[in-house]
């Protein structure tokens, strides 16, 4: 079925590209946001309780599912509503949105999303999506309209845990880069040598490939996310390993590598964290 009337909240960063991709190909779309912001004059920006009173999809691409859950409980939910949250969150409050979702025959759809600001602009993000699946099949040609890589991975909750395991290896891969790279600097070795060596090696990875020539060494540091995202992300994935007997050291010393740095840098760019390592005190994580 592609008749669906589609409903969007959340233009930020990420937000408004994957927003403008879906406007390309679909015509019954709104959105709104908390902020007031240019958009194509085609699609009608409209509040969020109109949204939940005409849509049959609705869309979120804010910070977190706790936020989706308060806004869930606030409006009047349609029968039959789909819900589709990109945002990267705790599963089990995913699953409790789902059950909450059951009693107004609704369903919840959680699709981590992987690729960044310039995936979400050129509609080459990759999505992990949990949930019932006849109704992503439902919504797939939606999905497909800003995402060139949808991996289906079951029950409720399984895209955003696959989304925190995803960041955790990420973030982990980011730091490991960071600290190395400076460990060159003081042996007089060319940080753009040791990313082209990376690069035609087996050590090259999407952080040498694209983060640091494109984001870091270029001296942008436009990552488009910030340090206390990665903090988040990290954050929860340890808060779901700490309750369970599985070994998690390495994703702890990721942790705890970022919970060193200052609160007052938050807000900071996360790239940033390479040129400021020392700044930051980094190495000594005990």
Same mark, same amino acid.
């Given at each position: &079925?592609?008749?669906?009337?589609?409903?969007?909240? %959340?233009?930020?960063? &990420?937000?408004?590209?994957?927003?403008?991709?879906? $406007?390309?190909?679909?015509?019954?779309? @709104?959105?709104?946001?908390?902020?007031?912001?240019?958009? #194509?004059?085609? !699609?009608?920006?409209?509040?969020?309780?109109?949204?939940?009173?005409?849509?049959?999809? *609705?869309?979120?691409?804010?910070?977190? #599912?706790?936020?989706?859950?308060?806004?869930?409980?606030?409006?009047?939910?349609? #029968?039959?509503?789909?819900?589709?949250?990109?945002?990267?969150?705790?599963?089990?409050?995913?699953?409790?949105?789902? $059950?909450?979702?059951?009693?107004?025959?609704?369903? @919840?759809?959680?699709?981590?999303?992987?690729? +960044?600001?310039? %995936? /979400?602009?050129?509609?080459?993000?990759?999505? &992990?999506?949990? +949930?019932?699946?006849?109704?992503?099949?439902?919504?797939? @040609?939606?999905?497909?309209?800003? /995402? $060139?890589?949808?991996? !289906?991975? +079951?029950?409720? +909750?399984?895209?955003?845990?696959?989304?925190? =395991?995803? #960041?955790?290896?990420?973030?982990?891969?980011?730091?490991?880069?960071?600290?190395?790279?400076?460990? /060159?600097?003081?042996?007089?070795?060319?940080?753009?040598?040791?990313?082209?060596?990376?690069?035609?090696?087996? /050590?090259?990875? !999407?952080?040498?490939?694209?983060?640091?020539?494109?984001?870091?060494?270029?001296?942008?540091?436009?990552?488009?996310?910030?340090?206390?995202?990665?903090?988040?992300? =990290?954050?929860? *994935?340890?808060? *779901?390993?700490?309750?369970?007997?599985?070994?998690?050291?390495?994703?702890?010393?990721?942790?705890?590598? =970022?919970?060193?740095?200052?609160?007052?840098?938050?807000?900071?760019?996360?790239?940033? *964290? !390479?040129?400021?390592?020392?700044?930051?005190?980094?190495?000594?994580?005990?």
């Amino acid at each position: &079925m592609n008749n669906h009337t589609i409903g969007f909240i %959340g233009l930020g960063n &990420m937000g408004k590209p994957i927003f403008e991709n879906i $406007s390309k190909k679909i015509n019954h779309l @709104y959105c709104f946001d908390q902020q007031n912001l240019d958009i #194509n004059s085609s !699609y009608e920006f409209t509040d969020t309780k109109r949204i939940f009173e005409i849509c049959d999809v *609705i869309i979120f691409c804010i910070k977190t #599912n706790k936020e989706i859950f308060d806004i869930l409980k606030k409006y009047k939910i349609k #029968n039959n509503t789909i819900f589709v949250d990109l945002t990267t969150s705790l599963p089990d409050i995913t699953i409790q949105i789902n $059950s909450y979702l059951e009693k107004f025959n609704s369903f @919840y759809i959680d699709a981590g999303m992987s690729g +960044g600001a310039s %995936g /979400a602009f050129n509609a080459t993000l990759s999505l &992990m999506v949990g +949930g019932n699946k006849s109704k992503f099949e439902e919504i797939y @040609y939606i999905l497909k309209t800003f /995402a $060139s890589n949808i991996f !289906y991975l +079951g029950k409720s +909750g399984n895209g955003h845990m696959m989304k925190l =395991l995803h #960041n955790s290896v990420c973030h982990s891969i980011f730091l490991l880069n960071c600290e190395i790279l400076n460990i /060159a600097k003081n042996f007089d070795l060319n940080e753009k040598e040791v990313i082209n060596v990376f690069n035609k090696s087996n /050590a090259r990875s !999407y952080i040498s490939e694209k983060r640091f020539p494109d984001n870091i060494l270029s001296g942008k540091f436009n990552g488009k996310s910030t340090i206390n995202n990665l903090k988040k992300d =990290l954050n929860m *994935i340890s808060s *779901i390993l700490e309750k369970t007997n599985l070994d998690m050291s390495y994703t702890k010393l990721s942790t705890n590598i =970022l919970n060193k740095i200052d609160d007052n840098y938050n807000d900071d760019d996360f790239t940033t *964290i !390479y040129k400021n390592w020392s700044k930051y005190n980094m190495f000594d994580i005990n």
